[in-house]
């Protein structure tokens, strides 16, 4: 052999050598999806037999092993499903990194890595080609050997690739109809689902939100019109898109909604695939599940015409109604309204004097009220035959009831007119004008000081102002007619009893009047005078022991009669006063408002 | 003597309860109503299901009272089980309502009956002036201070379509009534009684299908006095 032959035999051999040796060994998968170009050192790591994509893999110390993963867990990201990994790592103690990506020739690892205390720990995601494997790295020797590991993953081809599962988004929507869109995964790894809207993410740099949209069905012709494209979809769908930079708009429809797409890095060709895939399914429920006991019978209508059907006047006829609950109450106090009436028309005034009377005494005074005027009147006529006039002025309140009334018809009109089909609106702005001028009447109402004058025969006998004051107690003063105060009448407020006071001009307490049932009294606070059930007696007291008594005579007019025995040294038109007062600050009504 | 007139004034206004209203109102009353559902809640448009209720509706119609009148019925997108009555003559059901029959034509049959017995016994206008007669008697009762409230009331009455349970159980035997009249075996004529027992999920207190209905049970328990009185009905023709 030659010199030359034998260094060309030396250099084919070391060549050879050299080629085994430089050569990469390639570990495929059982199923033949993923593959890696071992690098030196490298090998099969587990004498088993791995299925499908599972690949477990050695070198030296450190480890690989990658799975395939055929669907995230429904409603989870693949952000949420790293965050769950590292927080299994967190929990072991170990100081993981935050999420990096490493692009290699076929995949992208979506990662995060800590340093262990046999080197460098990694796991993520692998995407490869649109599909996802759970790789972790473990004990590498250093960022170098890691990265060589994602550079020699590949994708193979298959025969017939195992698609990841379908992953079926609903949008908000009735029950049963619901807009569902199917998206594979492995083109939208990222999918976030919320009720409103679903989002999908090509990791970071594409993204799609859909949502319904505040569009009206009417105006999506006309915008789209403005967006220059509109398509039809095979299954009926119409949508148009407008791009601008790399933002795509989107509209689509399916003819009773409106909903937006919003797309970033997204082609428009995708979202017409993607809208392609949706569709609205019936409203109405096929899936028939009778209720027991009629698990057997028939859900279907009977048809029409057909033998068992019976006019409806073969069937017993339905039970009148009866009246409903507002009726019969209000039906029950009108009873109770017309029966007091009748209780007081036809019960006799008792003429029994309580106490034995002086016959040169003016009492017992009888105070009957005279209606039909604007002012509040009386007349008061005493033992002797004298009739004296009461007079108080309440023209204000009338004024304020007026405007009230007023208000309720407008109000009324307003509402109710339109049910007749008749313009009411106009009755609405009356009806706020007259509540506000009862309101301005009701306040002057209460501003202004009440004043009762007492004539005999049109000369003024004596009267009563009351003090234009706030506290808590309203306070008279009694004057004669020249004008000099003979008395002062107070009345104390939150009593249980009403209470009535009359005091001399040097302020002594001189005589009192207080209701004579604190249960009445109660029961009138809260259900009104019931047409004069609930009125009291006053009792009149001067101090030590009841002498005289203001009662309430059963008469369909208010009217009362006032005795006292023992004459107080007091003179009898102050106490008459007094007695009027408490009809005009607490009126007898025969019906029930509260006072 | 002012509020005495003010108090007969509105007395007589309670009064009028008694008497039905012109017809035009359920037309306008029932106008207002649909403006404030189609308001709140979105109609479906699905030819499928409009067709389907619009089929069993209109078949029950023409076992009523009132077989020449015309009805509508609107489908609203709402995850509430519920169904409204408005007086002019529109009768809306939820899709969750829709959804949870099942597929049950007769159950349906019932709810929208139900509905339509409301309608044709003008249940809406009754209740309005029941209402008007209630605030009334409160502003007798309670003078002003009840004053302004009680007005709002009256004006919010007019939207709203919740019944007395007279009034339900009325409806809920005009429901059998038709249904029977329709060729159904009586046996099944409380079955969306029974539907609505066994769904899933019950709407809310708010809704008012079944909040303002006596509870089911009782009402079971008067469709099938009723039944009973149509067997009884039937023994005694057959037997003359």
Known sequence: ??????????????????????????????????????????????????????IELTGGQARLAAYPVFSLTPGRSLTAQLEADRTLVLNNLQRPSGFKQLSGKNCEYFYFSWQGFSGLNAMGYLNCGGKLFHAVISSAKDFKELSGLVYAARLTARKADPDFSPYKIVTAGPKNSPVTFDINTGEYPKIEASEKALRLTRFDNAEMQIGESEMPLDKFDKHCEDFGRMARLANKWRFCCSSASAKTDCFFTDETRVYYAGAVNVPSERIAVLLASAKVTSIINKNTQNAEP?????????????????????????????????????????????????????????????????????????????????????????????????????????????????????????????LAGLEGARFAGYSALALQLAVLFMLAAALIPKQLFLYNNSQLVAYAVMAPVFAFQKTFTVFTSEGKPVAVIRRPLFRLRRRWIIAGPDGADRLEMYEDLVIKSLLRRVFGQLWGLLRTDYVISDGEAPCGILRQNWALSSSRTLFIGDEPEIDYRVVLLMGLLASRVDPDRWYPWIS | ????????????????????????????????????????????????????????????????????????????????????????????????????????????????????????????????????????????????????????????????????????????????????????????????????????????????????????????????????????????QRTQ
């Open chain 2, 1 to 236: 003597m002012d509020k005495l007139i003010l108090a007969l004034g509105l007395v007589f206004l309670t009064g009028c309860s008694q008497i039905s209203l012109p017809d035009r109102t359920d037309a306008q009353l029932g106008k207002k109503i649909d403006e404030s559902l189609r308001r709140d809640f979105k109609p479906v448009s699905d030819a499928e299901s409009v067709t389907y209720i619009t089929r069993i509706g209109e078949r029950v119609g023409k076992h009523t009272e009132q077989p020449d009148r015309k009805f509508e019925f609107v489908i609203l997108q709402s995850d509430k089980i519920n169904a409204f009555a408005s007086p002019a003559g529109t009768v809306y059901i939820t899709t969750e309502l829709l959804y949870n029959m099942k597929g049950d034509e007769i159950a349906l049959a019932g709810v929208l009956g139900h509905e339509m017995g409301h309608i044709i016994k003008r249940h809406a206008a009754e209740k309005l002036l029941n209402r008007a007669g209630f605030r009334s008697l409160l502003l007798f009762w309670g003078g002003d201070r009840f004053f302004a409230g009680a007005l709002a009331q009256t004006a919010n009455d007019l939207l709203s379509v919740d019944y007395s349970r007279e009034m339900e159980k009325e409806s809920d035997l005009c429901a059998v009534r038709y249904l029977i009249s329709m060729g159904v075996n009586p046996a099944d004529a409380d079955r969306f009684l029974v539907r609505l027992e066994n769904m899933p999920q019950m709407s809310p207190p708010s809704t008012r299908f079944l909040d303002d209905h006596p509870n089911l049970e009782l009402r079971r328990a008067n469709v099938a006095d009723y039944i009973q009185q149509i067997h009884s009905s039937d023994r005694r």
């Open chain 1, 1 to 54: 052999m030659s010199r030359t032959r034998k260094t060309q035999l030396f250099c084919l051999f070391s060549l050879l050598l050299c080629g085994s040796a430089l050569r990469a060994e390639r570990f495929v998968s059982s199923d033949g999806n993923l593959a890696f170009d071992l690098p030196s050192g490298w090998r099969k790591s587990a004498a088993r037999e791995l299925k499908e994509s599972t």
């Open chain 1, 294 to 418: 009629y698990a057997n019978l028939s859900t279907k209508l009977p048809l029409q015409g057909n033998p068992e059907e019976r006019p409806l006047s073969s069937l017993p006829p339905l039970a009148a109604r009866g009246m409903g609950t507002p009726i019969k109450l209000l039906l029950g106090i009108l009873g109770l309204a017309l029966g007091t009436l009748l209780l007081r028309m036809l019960l006799p005034e008792p003429d029994n004097a309580p106490f034995s009377l002086d016959p040169q005494s003016p009492y017992p005074l009888t105070i009957v009220r005279k209606y039909f005027s604007p002012d509040l009147v009386e007349e008061i006529t005493d033992s002797r035959g004298t009739v004296f006039t009461s007079r108080s002025s309440r023209k204000t309140e009338l004024i304020a009831g007026m405007f009230l009334l007023l208000f309720i018809f407008c109000a009324l009109a307003a509402i109710l007119l339109p």
